[in-house]
């Protein structure tokens, strides 16, 4: 009798293809693979079976011996094989049938989707509790055998992570924060492990983003309930605890920053609550000194929270002056008088984040004396001679420590002139094609000297002088500087007097703030100060009030152009304010002299 392995070798085939043996199909498929939502991941899971040393030849088994009627070989296959042993690429029927059932044993119940509403977050925060304490009673009963805990802390992760979505419904945040839950996630910023709790901060950054669509109270419930559970004491010991040479904990700090830029960027009272945690501030005032080969992420972003942090409160900025931040940060800045950072990189944007910092600091009395103190006058008027990238932030630098009606602000004035600023200063004003916010900065440093330094004192002689020099030729590119503003300003100034017409008084008013944004736009402050400026000129020399008339009689102007714009700011003026009151008399005596 001819043999199953003569058949193949008759056939040609150079070997044959070895199977495992034949399986009950219930038995293939009992282990499904499922993931979190029941639903298989894959088709099936073989399990792992005791094979035989010897292999099990393919086909049917070989007829008794001496059975020479016995038919043997392969069945033929049917002619119509729609719906065979073929069907669907090898997979019969019923077996199909099988695997669909694996994949979703209750189509209706799938299809359905998940429900976000109380129901389901009670749910979630009673499963999330229990992850919590049993990983913690495991922890403590096997603290030196992490074999035993390591499943619980998986478990943990998972749950963790699984919150993420609640950052797509904060409607839940208020009742999320009351359960209690918001003040567990913010307890596993202390856990041993550090993976869960860079895991608990990258949460907490997701569910207090803004670009989350979530209203005032609701936001506020939740940052409420996560402070009052000392969550900036816990991303400090983080930021401690972390080492910035791992990545993982490189990201940590990273989503760290990103929760303080989010509880800074959500509202005023919470930035000052923020700024008031010394721990936190000094450690950003350490990060972004620490040297590094290039400016890294977190370097930046540190410079970044802090120029947030004195963006959004006056009481944040005297804060940090008392930290000697901008002592601090002058120090850094100094660096690039004559380098650059590399364009568009992290380090261009961390010499822009310094600056922003330094500018808004300086705009507090506090904050200008400890600007001249470390010599940031200096530096400035360095870096406007010989600074690239670094000049126009030194210019807006110097305008802001410059500007109000302080004592402080006039020891700002006094240093510039003491220092030799006038040539390095005018030298600028000068120069031809300046764009805008040069000028404006420029004509906004002339602004408040003429207006804070002392009368008869020898710095404002000095500076009364630059104006008078060479035949009045900065205060005739003062005056053309005018003539530039006003008339773009009365071009937009045309066109909405067009669109008022016909309008009714309410919606005049809905369209006011439009309006003088669009006045803004053409350079409204440019041309006020610029006022102020030849304002002053007019009352202090008469060589100057002559020779702005005459430009001004070029046009058919008077001095009455000048004094309407002094007037506009007069009535724009808020009276109860104590700057604005010091402002307001100011003006009026000025229009006095344009009479």
């Not at 993931?35 to 099936?44: D, E, F, L, M």
């Not at 011996?65 to 090898?90: A, K, M, W």
């Not at 006003?486 to 669109?499: G, N, P």
């Not at 008077?558 to 402002?583: N, P």
Request: glycine share 6%; proline share 3%; aromatic share 6%.
């Amino acid at each position: 009798m001819t043999s199953i392995d003569e058949l193949f070798k008759a056939s040609g085939v150079g070997s044959k293809r070895k199977l495992e043996p034949l399986r009950d199909p219930n038995e293939i498929y009992k282990s499904p693979r499922l993931t979190s939502n029941g639903k298989s991941s894959r088709h099936a899971r073989v399990e792992d079976e005791a094979t035989n040393d010897n292999d099990v030849e393919a086909g049917p088994a070989p007829p008794a011996e001496g059975d020479e009627n016995e038919d043997y070989g392969p069945d033929l296959p049917p002619d119509d094989d729609e719906e065979g042993r073929f069907y669907g690429s090898g997979v019969t029927a019923q077996e199909n049938d099988l695997l669909d059932y694996v994949d979703d044993p209750d189509p209706s119940e799938s299809a359905a989707p998940e429900k976000y509403d109380s129901a389901w977050l009670r749910r979630t925060v009673i499963n999330f509790e229990k992850r919590i304490n049993k990983n913690a009673e495991l922890r403590a009963k096997f603290e030196d055998q992490p074999q035993k805990f390591i499943s619980s802390e998986a478990d943990l992760d998972a749950d963790i992570k699984a919150l993420s979505i609640l950052s797509e419904h904060p409607d839940l945040y208020p009742e999320f924060a009351k359960l209690g839950s918001a003040g567990s996630l913010v307890g596993l910023l202390a856990h041993e492990n550090t993976d869960i709790a860079i895991d608990a901060v990258e949460i907490i950054n997701e569910l207090t983003d803004e670009e989350v669509a979530a209203e005032d109270d609701q936001w506020n419930a939740l940052v409420d309930a996560f402070l009052e559970a000392d969550l900036l004491g816990l991303l400090v010991s983080n930021f401690e605890r972390l080492d910035e040479e791992q990545e993982v904990d490189r990201n940590g700090v990273y989503y760290a920053l990103g929760v303080i830029e989010n509880l800074c960027s959500g509202r005023t009272t919470t930035a000052e609550q923020v700024a008031e945690n010394d721990k936190l501030l000094k450690w950003l005032l350490r990060r972004i000194q620490i040297k590094e080969k290039t400016v890294s992420q977190n370097k930046q972003y540190a410079a970044e929270v802090l120029a947030i942090l004195v963006q959004t409160s006056s009481k944040n900025r005297r804060k940090l002056a008392s930290l000697d931040a901008t002592d601090i940060m002058l120090q850094l800045v100094a660096s690039y008088r004559k380098r650059d950072p590399e364009k568009g990189g992290e380090e261009e944007e961390y010499m822009e984040n310094l600056f922003e910092a330094l500018t808004c600091i300086v705009d507090e009395p506090e904050g200008k004396t400890k600007f001249v103190e470390a010599e940031g006058v200096e530096l400035c008027l360095i870096m406007l001679k010989e600074g690239k990238m670094s000049k126009p932030a030194a210019l807006r630098l110097l305008d802001h420590a410059t500007g109000g009606s302080s004592q402080a602000g006039m020891e700002v004035c006094q240093r510039i002139v003491e220092a030799g600023g006038l040539k390095n200063i005018f030298t600028l004003f000068m120069k031809k094609n300046n764009d805008s916010q040069t000028t404006e900065h420029l004509i906004g440093i002339f602004g408040s000297m003429l207006r804070l330094l002392p009368a008869d004192s020898a710095e404002r002689i000095r500076t009364l002088a630059k104006f008078v020099e060479k035949d009045y030729e900065k205060t005739q590119k003062l005056v053309k500087l005018r003539r530039e503003y006003a008339t773009r300003l009365s071009s937009v100034d045309e066109a909405i007097r067009a669109e008022q017409s016909g309008m009714s008084a309410e919606e005049k008013e809905e369209m006011a703030d439009e309006w003088f944004s669009r006045r803004l736009d053409a350079g409204l402050f440019c041309l006020q100060t610029l006022d102020v400026v030849l304002a002053w000129l007019v009352a202090e020399d008469g060589g100057a009030r002559k020779t702005i008339q005459e430009l001004l009689a070029d046009r058919d102007e008077t001095l009455g152009v000048i004094r309407e714009t002094l007037q506009e700011q007069i009535d724009g003026i808020d009276a109860e304010d104590a700057d604005g009151k010091d402002t307001r008399e100011m003006l009026t005596t000025l229009v006095e002299f344009l009479q």
